[in-house]
């Protein structure tokens, strides 16, 4: 690295309003480095980030690039020296191919006025191939997933090779095999001389890939240090604990150094699961929140060897996390299953060895739990294949409509002219077949968005009481025992009354087709809040087998079906379902009950 500075701020000022973002911040990037910030929300990270890359302006403060003093920054000036932005939010056009986005704005590839989509596409998919990126250049942006899009960004951004790439928390949000790909691209690019600049949330990343890390706390910066002259418990700490009012500024680095080296009670507090193991394997410590995740299991396993947290349907992460510990080297294992007490996690697990000077005295062990994450970019993927798969359908659906009537006609039209009873009898099946392909389409058209649908204030409890009413018999016929509970009168949504009831009847409907022998069917409506939204709960339990682990991840999906089509189904149900409530800005999942049995749990905001 050079001796000096490709970038400096000094004592750089930012404030919105009353609000004070950066007070008084010096922050310099070296050449051929890669930097991390981090910090919590709001402590100024990003207002950075967007300083340096000419999109906000500071109040007051020097820039200064490679030694010389800049009178100002704009995105043009920002760009002509060199530096590009990933934002957190990506910018791209969602309507164009994946290659249209990769060169958008770049002279090498659209040298003039002429478009050449064929070599856009060629040079799109070597480029893609060169960097192991699994994705079609043809693709639209829109059909992509989100950490997709994310990559496409960064790779925009890569092939320019620009002399500072800041990443604003855009590394967190990539699958692990991209993550990987992208980190030994930037390698690459620092090796050549030019920057990095990432901010993040993930302390594993800065261990990862950093050379150096600036804290910042409430618009300051904290420290600036060497990531390896920092282990990971302090770095955790000095970013996310509230400094001692009654610390001197100019101490808090040795303050908090010591402090933390010599105060267990900090470490049992960390806002992450940490378990501590000594030399032998054995645990020293588990924190509260560590504690707490494992369950009653952890408190057996205080002082005993750490490879008893984990049982035999655990022995592949098992061996991997003993492969670490008796190495003595640390290891990141991203997305890893965890089983615990018959609940699959996913879990980041990230194993550091502590030292005394050279000597190996132990390791610490620290697990993120992101089953929660995992389950939303599910529910975006879902949406996603939905929303694609709903352009499609309204064009299916008009151009099928038309033929369809013509065909109704005709058979109208010979069973009047006909008098021969067998082939009137062949007639009747056709138009039986006729109405079946029209009730397909009519199943089709709920997949447009593109459709009107007239919403009424809807009272879920009344409207759920006529329907109990409506399929009692049924139930009675079946031998289902039906429990209906009521959490509050009064309910309202905003939604359309037919929808509504297609919701409520195909959710039931599939609880009686998995009770064949009878069984006993809840149906619980409730009130629920949660940032600052009031929502309304339907939940709708069986007692039946529950779904296997193979359909679990599919069943929303169009024409996946479970039950033997054979019978007339056409896996339909429940993709009408979600689409109905997504467009209500509602929600729906399904868990498997213990013993057995299943439940669905429909979530829609109460209107007011």
Request: proline share 2%; with cysteine.
């Amino acid at each position: 690295m050079g001796e000096q500075a490709l970038f400096d701020l000094r004592n750089v000022h930012l404030s919105y309003g009353y609000s004070n973002v950066l007070d008084g911040v010096d922050f310099s990037l070296r050449h051929g480095e890669i930097h991390a910030i981090v910090g919590e929300h709001g402590a100024g990270k990003s207002s950075i980030a967007r300083i340096l890359a000419g999109l906000q302006k500071p109040d007051t403060g020097l820039l200064v690039w490679e030694g010389r003093e800049l009178a100002g920054l704009s995105i043009k000036s920002a760009t002509k020296l060199g530096i590009e932005l990933v934002s957190q939010e990506t910018e791209l056009f969602q309507h164009q191919s994946v290659a249209e986005n990769l060169f958008c704005n770049r002279k090498d590839i659209f040298p003039g006025f002429f478009y050449d989509s064929h070599r856009v596409l060629a040079e799109a998919q070597r480029y893609l191939a060169s960097m192991s990126a699994e994705i079609d250049a043809h693709a639209t942006m829109r059909s992509l997933s989100l950490p997709e899009r994310v990559l496409v960004d960064i790779l925009r951004h890569l092939r320019s090779k620009p002399q500072l790439l800041i990443l604003d928390e855009s590394l967190e949000r990539l699958t692990a095999k991209d993550f990987a790909n992208v980190r030994d691209a930037l390698r690459r690019l620092t090796a050549a001389g030019n920057s990095v600049l990432f901010i993040t949330h993930r302390i594993e990343d800065i261990y990862e890939i950093a050379q150096r890390v600036t804290i910042i706390r409430k618009g300051r910066r904290l420290i600036t240090d060497e990531v390896s002259k920092i282990d990971t418990v302090s770095l955790i700490k000095l970013a996310y604990t509230q400094v001692s009012t009654s610390a001197r500024t100019g101490d808090v680095n040795q303050e908090f150094y010591q402090f933390l080296k010599f105060n267990e009670a900090i470490l049992e507090r960390l806002p992450l699961n940490l378990i501590v193991v000594d030399g032998q394997n054995a645990i020293k410590l588990m924190n509260h929140d560590a504690m707490a995740f494992f369950g009653p299991k952890a408190l057996d396993c205080q002082g005993q060897p750490v490879e008893r947290l984990f049982d035999v349907d655990n022995e592949a992460l098992r061996i991997q996390i003993l492969g670490a510990l008796l190495a003595r080297r640390g290891d990141v294992l991203y997305n890893a299953s965890l089983n615990l007490a018959g609940h699959p996690k996913n879990v980041d697990i990230v194993i550091n060895p502590i030292l005394d000077g050279e000597a190996y005295i132990g390791s610490m062990i620290i697990m993120n739990d992101r089953t929660e994450q995992e389950k939303i970019l599910g529910q975006i993927a879902v949406s996603e294949k939905l929303a694609s798969i709903g352009l499609l359908s309204a064009g299916v659906a008009h151009e099928i409509n038309n033929p369809l009537e013509t065909i109704y006609n005709y058979v109208d039209f010979l069973k009047l002219k006909i008098s021969d009873k067998m082939l009137a009898d062949t007639l009747g099946l056709l138009e039986e077949e006729v109405e079946s392909i029209e009730h397909i389409v009519e199943n089709l058209i709920v997949f447009s968005e593109d459709r009107a649908i007239e919403v009424e204030r809807l009272d879920l409890g009344e409207l759920l009481a006529t329907l109990v009413a409506l399929v009692l018999p049924n139930a009675k016929k079946r031998g289902v025992s039906l429990d209906i509970r009521h959490a509050a009168d009064g309910i309202i949504v905003l939604a359309n009354r037919a929808e509504m009831k297609q919701v409520v009847l195909n959710l039931i409907k599939n609880a009686f087709d998995a009770m064949p022998d009878g069984g006993a069917l809840r149906i619980e409506l409730a009130v629920e809040t949660s940032d600052d939204i009031e929502w309304a709960l339907l939940r709708v339990e069986d007692s039946g087998g529950g779904i296997d682990a193979e359909s679990k991840d599919k069943i929303f999906f169009p024409f996946y079906s479970t039950k033997s089509q054979s019978q007339g189904h056409m896996g339909l149900g429940l993709s009408i379902i979600y689409g109905i409530v997504m467009r209500l800005r509602g929600g729906i999942e399904a868990e498997n009950l213990s013993p057995s049995g299943c439940r669905f749990t429909v979530r829609i905001p109460i209107s007011r």
